[in-house]
T-cell receptor, first 113, second 111 residues
Framework: AAGVIQSPRHLIKEKRETATLKCYPI?????VYWYQQGPGQDPQFLIS???????DKGSIPDRFSAQQFSDYHSELNMSSLELGDSALYFC????????????FGQGTRLTVV | DAKTTQPPSMDCAEGRAANLPCNHS???????VYWYRQIHSQGPQYIIH???NNETNEMASLIITEDRKSSTLILPHATLRDTAVYYC????????????FGKGTKLSVKP
């Protein structure tokens, strides 16, 4: 079965650069979630989208923005990168009805040097 | 979203049942209990979820107390591949409720 696809899997950027992470949800899923997981930490919710509209916002820095496109894929844009942004970034998708399970991608490992 | 409390770590012998407890004493009537696990920096994996009835699937069973203030995830025959961090999450219903991860339980399955 098709899963959530994230690209790239690994990304190395320098401080103050920008990065764009992409997430392709499971076909027919209309809800996308983004999470950040620092080294040794638990996943932290950043932002979510339902039917191309932002549905909730967590601890996402102002330097980050995200959107969901008409084909339901989503992109997380990160600017003015800092060393502390080095982390695993996970995307999850679900069918946006009540209480259906969300499925996670394998993540993008961002390293800021 | 209600907060959850889980033991930081547990051990289990291979082939035995692993029982992972979770307290969620402030859970609301419209909040479901979800369990996910994360194996060594892979994406979190969905295990099971429920509202108030016990649930079972091919991976695990979920036992929710009658007052819904706590639950137990049961892996009936743990294998070494079940070694992971297990997260118990309560998720609001009636909307696209988000999964807010707390501090999970590191389960170590030993031979």
């Amino acid at each position: 079965a098709a899963g959530v696809i994230q690209s790239p899997r690994h990304l190395i950027k320098e401080k103050r650069e920008t990065a764009t992470l992409k997430c392709y949800p499971i076909p027919r899923h209309d809800t996308v979630y983004w999470y950040q997981q620092g080294p040794g930490q638990d996943p932290q919710f950043l932002i979510s989208f339902y039917e191309k509209m932002q549905s909730d916002k967590g601890s996402i820095p102002d330097r980050f923005s995200a959107q969901q496109f008409s084909d339901y894929h989503s992109e997380l844009n990160m600017s003015s990168l800092e060393l502390g942004d080095s982390a695993l970034y996970f995307c999850a998708s679900s069918l946006g009805l009540t209480n259906t399970e969300a499925f996670f991608g394998q993540g993008t490992r961002l390293t800021v040097v | 979203d209600a907060k959850t409390t889980q033991p930081p770590s547990m051990d289990c012998a291979e082939g035995r049942a692993a029982n992972l407890p979770c307290n969620h004493s402030t859970i609301s009537g419209n909040e479901y209990v979800y369990w996910y696990r994360q194996i060594h920096s892979q994406g979190p994996q969905y295990i099971i979820h429920g509202l108030k009835n016990n649930e079972t699937n091919e991976m695990a069973s979920l036992i929710i107390t009658e007052d819904r203030k706590s639950s137990t995830l049961i892996l009936p025959h743990a294998t070494l591949r079940d070694t992971a961090v297990y997260y118990c999450i309560v998720r609001v219903g009636g909307s696209q409720g988000n999964l807010i991860f707390g501090k999970g339980t590191k389960l170590s399955v030993k031979p």
